[in-house]
């Protein structure tokens, strides 16, 4: 980084990436990746080739088959676990704008720096 221009375009990747791409993209996984149906399953198995006793049990029963080469119910509790986790906000979380201490600095200049760009958020 070269130029204040410069630095100001790291800065503002940085706080679109961590606040609302984060947002966008994290807290809203959970109401469509938490109803199963809306999510895919891991298949653990290659298609059997045909003579193979596994071609077989998948032409008798094609159901039974299908069920042994899907995701675990363990693995599926902990993926729909995980992602309910991630998908929370936290209850000390403070948001782009907001500050949990008045005292964070006593310098006049980056007070009113602060609150301009918290004016601006709003």
């Known amino acids: 980084m070269n130029t204040l221009a410069d630095l ?6 940085i706080i679109w990436i961590a606040s609302a791409f984060h947002v966008a993209v994290n807290f809203g996984q959970y109401p469509y990746i938490g109803y199963l149906l809306n999510r895919p399953t891991v298949n653990c ?3 059997p080739k045909p003579g ?18 899907i ?3 363990f693995q599926t509790l902990l993926g729909v676990s995980i992602i309910k986790v991630l998908s929370r906000h936290a209850s000390y979380e403070i948001y782009l704008g907001q500050r949990d201490t008045t005292e964070w600095t006593i310098d006049d200049e ?13």
């Open 45 to 47: 198995r290659f298609m």
């Open 110 to 122: 980056p007070l009113a720096t602060f609150e301009r760009f918290r004016k601006k958020l709003v």
């Open 71 to 73: 995701t675990a119910q």
């Open 8 to 13: 100001t375009q790291a800065c503002t990747i």
């Open 52 to 69: 193979t006793k596994e071609y077989d049990k998948l032409e008798n029963n094609p159901d039974l088959a299908f069920l042994k080469t």
